[in-house]
């Protein structure tokens, strides 16, 4: 199982970005995924939730309205679309999946939202 993010950057605040990740190793079409996020000195947060074929998400309450997370069952990719960032979005941004009682990450994107 391989998870790896990309796309994250340095962004002023009000910009936007999009995380990409890359999944191989399983079914990626059959299973959940979710983006976490670990700020500096704080303790990870879950960020958003996609259901199998994307049809149900789910938000942190700070980030509905900014952040859109989606899929592309054919590409094996789940994304995230971070709109009006604002400095206290600066993170690590992590990928997740849950197979069994096994946990996966990628080894995370740095996003830095600052002017």
């Known amino acids: 199982v391989q998870l790896v993010e990309s796309g994250g950057g340095l962004v002023q605040p009000g910009g936007s970005l999009r995380l990409s990740c890359a999944a191989s190793?399983?079914?990626?079409?059959?299973?959940?995924m979710r983006w976490y996020r670990r700020a500096p000195g704080k303790e990870r947060e879950l960020v958003a939730t996609?259901?199998?074929?994307?049809?149900?998400?789910n938000y942190a309450d700070s980030m509905k309205g900014r952040f859109t997370i989606s899929r592309d069952n054919d590409k094996n990719r789940v994304y995230l679309q971070m709109n009006s960032l604002k400095p206290e979005d600066t993170a690590v941004y992590y990928c997740?999946?849950?197979?069994?009682?096994?946990?996966?990450w990628g080894q995370g994107t740095q996003v830095t939202v600052s002017s």
């Open positions: 997740y999946t849950r197979l069994g009682a096994n946990d996966y």
């Open positions: 190793g399983f079914t990626f079409r059959s299973v959940a």
């Open positions: 996609i259901s199998s074929a994307g049809g149900i998400t």
